[in-house]
């Protein structure tokens, strides 16, 4: 089984869990795509998706599921979204796709947050995927030493500006055995709007795709 078929099976096992005419939260990424294919295929489920990324909105638009604005939507059950690595605790390392902030910000509103992964993303300690921290464009220098100071090694993401307009600083050589603490203290410096350590908000139920079926781990 490939990698792609993996993710896809992940997905298509997130439509279980989304309750009957209820509003669902939509990441960003290839195994996401998955879901939102799977989703315009149960539209009957769901009122609408809050959307975590202008990728996603094109593609949940392009499917004819309708795409409601955060700010008229108090609370909704589940966030279906993927990882570039979970551990354990179910803390992640988000942002490949450079949405981590909105990625974030939907994921606080929901109830339940359901990673969709294929096996490949479970490692024992975060740190080995390069670690997205979203910069306010001035702030990148700083920022840059700031994060050299914590033991990380910092690359601006060439061409890539995120939907809120700032630049993507990765940061390589952190072995993070604290995503809690460490996750506060990127966040603490100035010009940073959120790194991609999901631990304060950390998956729910993990669904992970293997080459002999998918597990669903809580
Ligand atoms: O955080 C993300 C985007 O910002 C994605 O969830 C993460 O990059 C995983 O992507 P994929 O499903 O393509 O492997």
């Known amino acids: 089984m490939t990698q792609d078929e993996m993710k896809r099976n992940a997905a298509r096992a997130a439509i279980a869990f989304i309750p009957e005419n ?11 795509n998955h879901f939102i294919d799977a989703l315009a295929d149960n539209k009957h489920l769901i009122k609408g998706a809050v959307s975590s990324s202008e990728q996603s909105t094109a593609r949940l638009k392009a499917l004819g599921i309708p795409v409601l604005d955060l700010n008229h939507v108090t609370s909704f059950n589940v966030y279906v ?22 990625e974030k910000i939907v994921a606080a ?27 306010i464009p001035m702030a ?3 920022v840059s030493r700031e994060l050299v100071k914590l033991g990380g090694t910092p690359f601006l993401r060439e061409g890539v500006i995120t939907d809120n307009g700032n630049v993507i600083i990765d940061v390589k050589g952190l072995s993070i055995t604290d995503p809690l603490t460490l996750e506060q ?11 991609g350590i999901f631990a304060h908000r950390s998956a729910d139920i993990v669904l992970v795709g293997t080459a002999s079926g998918t597990q669903t781990l809580r």
């Open 140 to 142: 990148a220098a700083y």
């Open 185 to 195: 203290n990127i966040n603490n410096i100035v010009g940073v709007v959120t790194n």
């Open 22 to 32: 209820s509003i669902v939260g939509v990441g960003t990424g290839s195994t996401v």
């Open 81 to 102: 979204d993927g990882a570039d690595e979970i551990n354990p605790q179910r803390h992640m390392i988000k942002g490949g796709g450079a949405a981590l902030t909105r």
């Open 109 to 135: 509103v929901a109830d339940t947050f359901i990673c969709i992964v294929d096996s490949t993303k479970q490692v024992p300690v975060l740190g080995q995927f390069p670690l997205p921290v979203e910069v």
